[in-house]
């Protein structure tokens, strides 16, 4: 039994290790237009407004901290499912209707599949350090709650034209801001079913 729990410890690290070079390495190609995965973006920073970069972003670092060491347990749990939410979204909703052969290609194949994929089975498969609690499935949502936050803002504060990132103020702000509102309830939705095998026992006893 240690035997196994060591080798998944060590598949781990490794796992978190090649997120954390995958990631940084796609957003330095990004940002800076290099070679062919920075072929279709814009470059510059404008890429840390999309909740797909910033995730990413977050992901990578906590990643790399778990990697050298660190106790980020929550941190991994919330950056787990923020990027599992872009997974989900990508998958059945801009998949369908922008084509997968746009969404899965260039960057978008490491930021939308590869890293999502890597971080949602090593948190259920092999990093098996930690349990967690009701109260943390909220915690996993403020990523996603202080995305929303930030795009109803900046909607309200520099209007719609050039700032509606994702196209959700189509009918104006008023109908915007429902449809952001259901994103961190979607998003800690992803928070429980992450948290299903990594339960605290004190949780697993009231559910008895």
């Known amino acids: 039994m240690t ?5 998944s410890h060590t598949i781990s690290k490794i796992i978190n290790l090649l997120i954390g070079i995958i990631v940084f390495w796609t957003w330095s190609c990004m940002t800076f237009r290099l070679g062919r ?13 999309y909740f797909t970069v910033l995730s990413n972003l977050f992901q990578g670092v906590v990643s790399l901290a778990y990697f050298f060491g660190r106790k980020v347990s929550r941190l991994k749990y919330a950056a787990t499912t923020a990027i599992a939410f872009t997974f ?5 909703f801009l998949g369908p209707t922008r084509g997968y052969d746009s969404v899965y290609s260039g960057a978008n194949f490491f930021s939308h599949l590869v890293v ?22 909220f915690i996993a949502m403020i990523p996603m709650l202080a995305y929303s936050i930030f795009y109803i803002g900046n909607l309200c504060i520099n209007e719609i034209e050039g700032n509606d990132f994702y196209g959700f103020a189509r009918g104006g702000i008023a109908a915007a801001v429902p449809i952001l509102l259901l994103l961190p309830v979607a998003n800690w939705v992803i928070a429980l079913v992450l948290r299903l095998p990594r339960r605290d026992q004190v949780s697993r006893g009231k559910s008895k």
Do not use: H, M, Y
């Not at 035997?3 to 080798?7: G, L, Q, V």
């Not at 989900?88 to 059945?92: E, Q, R, S």
């Open 3 to 7: 035997d196994k729990k060591s080798t």
């Open 37 to 49: 995965l920075g072929a279709q973006s814009t470059g510059g920073l404008s890429n840390l407004r």
């Open 88 to 92: 989900i979204v990508v998958l059945c």
């Open 116 to 137: 999502p994929v890597l971080a949602i089975a090593d948190f259920l498969i092999f990093d098996r350090e930690g349990t967690f609690t009701q109260r943390d499935s």
